[in-house]
């Protein structure tokens, strides 16, 4: 395993939980822990070992794990760019978070608080947010004279819709968790304590299932995202084929068919 400076990772069983860890900046995102991200994620990536990806913000200085999940990109390193100093920086970040996004393994945030700028953009790459009841989200870049350029406004708009996401992009208002859940950008709340536990347990439940099926639905979900209805439908009778033809369909459904548990192996 690579060492990293910003970053710890470890893996439990199917689970690798990555945490983001840069406790005097609250865990903004800085260029070298971008590429620090690249880097574990490629690894992660190519672990079959590892079927589900938690990422969480570590503590901050004072040692408080529910204090910042990511403060947003590192302003201290931004305030000084050049235009095409801030489009390569942009473009660093692309990569891990599309990996995110599209990695076999699902990814799931598990948000410990502020989730501000590249912070809530970070969530919006993974497959699934948690968050603490504590959490609190939002796009402050317009007040700063930017615009959020980790793909904020693109994901937002396709998680909560267009009207709420100009909103919060326009106006700069955070939200609180409750209200994150009440409008879909998180699939659920919980106390600070659970929100480990709840995250490893629905990671865990993901684990379980067919991992190569769960990595192809999850290629399904993203290729459709933007195509036209047809299309999608006929891509997605394209991947049922390819899941026809595996180990797991013929032991998932002859084990239903002989009434014993499966036992699905294929990633
Ligand atoms: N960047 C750098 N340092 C930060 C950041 C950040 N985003 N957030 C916090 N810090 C630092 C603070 O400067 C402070 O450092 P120090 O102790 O040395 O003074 C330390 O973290 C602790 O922060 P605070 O003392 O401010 O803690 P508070 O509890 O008082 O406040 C807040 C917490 C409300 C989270 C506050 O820190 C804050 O407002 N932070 C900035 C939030 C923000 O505006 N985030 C968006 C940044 S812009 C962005 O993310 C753009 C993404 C797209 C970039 C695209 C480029 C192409």
């Known amino acids: ?35 620090e991200l690249t880097v574990a994620l490629d690894e992660i990536e190519a672990n079959d070992g590892v079927k ?10 004072k040692g408080n794990e529910f204090k ?28 891990p978070f599309f990996k995110l996004m599209e990695m076999r393994q699902v990814t799931i945030a598990a948000v410990n608080g502020f989730a501000l700028g ?3 953009e970070i969530a919006m790459a993974c497959d699934i947010r948690i968050a603490s009841d504590n959490a609190i989200f939002g796009q402050p870049e317009c007040g700063l004279g930017i615009i959020p350029g980790f793909g904020g406004t693109q ?18 208002d955070n939200v609180n968790a ?12 919980t106390t600070p304590e659970e929100l480990m536990p709840t995250a490893k347990k629905m990671a865990e439940k993901i684990a379980s299932k ?11 979900i993203n ?36 009434k014993r548990s499966a036992e699905l192996t294929d990633f």
């Open 1 to 35: 395993m690579a060492e990293f400076k910003n970053l710890e990772l470890n893996v439990e069983g199917e689970v690798a939980v990555l945490k983001i860890s840069r406790p005097a900046a609250l865990n903004a995102l800085n260029s070298e822990t971008l590429d």
């Open 52 to 61: 589900v990806l938690i990422l969480t913000g570590g503590p901050d200085k």
């Open 68 to 95: 910042s999940f990511v403060a947003g990109a590192d302003i201290s390193e931004m305030v000084n760019f050049t235009a095409p100093e801030a489009r390569a920086f942009g473009i660093r970040a692309s990569k």
């Open 118 to 120: 590249g912070g809530c």
């Open 155 to 172: 994901r937002l708009a396709r998680l909560i819709g267009m009207g709420r996401a100009k909103e919060l992009i326009f106006t700069c």
């Open 178 to 189: 409750e209200e994150a859940y009440r409008i879909g950008l998180v699939n659920k709340v």
């Open 210 to 220: 067919g991992s190569y099926a769960v990595a192809v639905a999850k290629a399904a």
């Open 223 to 258: 290729n459709g995202y933007d195509m036209d209805i047809h299309n999608a439908v006929e891509m997605e009778a394209n991947l049922f084929g390819v899941v026809n033809d595996t180990h797991d369909k013929k032991e998932g459904m002859g084990a239903f068919l002989e």
